[in-house]
């Protein structure tokens, strides 16, 4: 069975910074992966999504702020969240996704951002 295993994630303050890992553990297949986030009353939302082939992409809320790194060797993907504003406020998740039928989320770590 594959799991994603995330960390990090707390209490920051505006303006501060936080790093999320994820861990993809019983698999060394190489995944698209992706950071995901829903905020009370709202849809979740793709935060930054990496292809396998390195593409990247990231919402535009957090363009400029947020990057997605990943090592393949330890096939763990990152999240360096700088400048961090109380709407980024969410649970973030980690999404694997392989096909339509193969696709995984982490557990769900909580990111706020107050004063």
């Known amino acids: 069975q594959v799991q994603l295993v995330q960390s990090g994630g707390g209490l920051v303050q505006p303006g501060g910074s936080l790093r999320l890992a994820c861990d993809v553990i019983?698999?060394?297949?190489?995944?698209?992966m992706g950071w995901y986030r829903q905020a009370p009353g709202k849809q979740r939302e793709p935060v930054a999504t990496?292809?396998?082939?390195?593409?990247?992409k990231y919402a535009e809320s957090v363009m400029g702020r947020f990057t997605i790194s990943r090592d393949n060797a330890k096939n763990t993907v990152y999240l360096q969240m700088n400048s961090l504003k109380p709407e980024d406020t969410a649970v973030y998740y980690c999404?694997?996704?392989?096909?339509?039928?193969?696709?995984?989320w982490g557990q769900g770590t909580q990111v706020t951002v107050s004063s």
């Open positions: 019983g698999s060394t297949a190489i995944y698209d």
């Open positions: 999404n694997a996704h392989w096909s339509y039928e193969i696709n995984y």
């Open positions: 990496m292809r396998s082939d390195g593409n990247i």
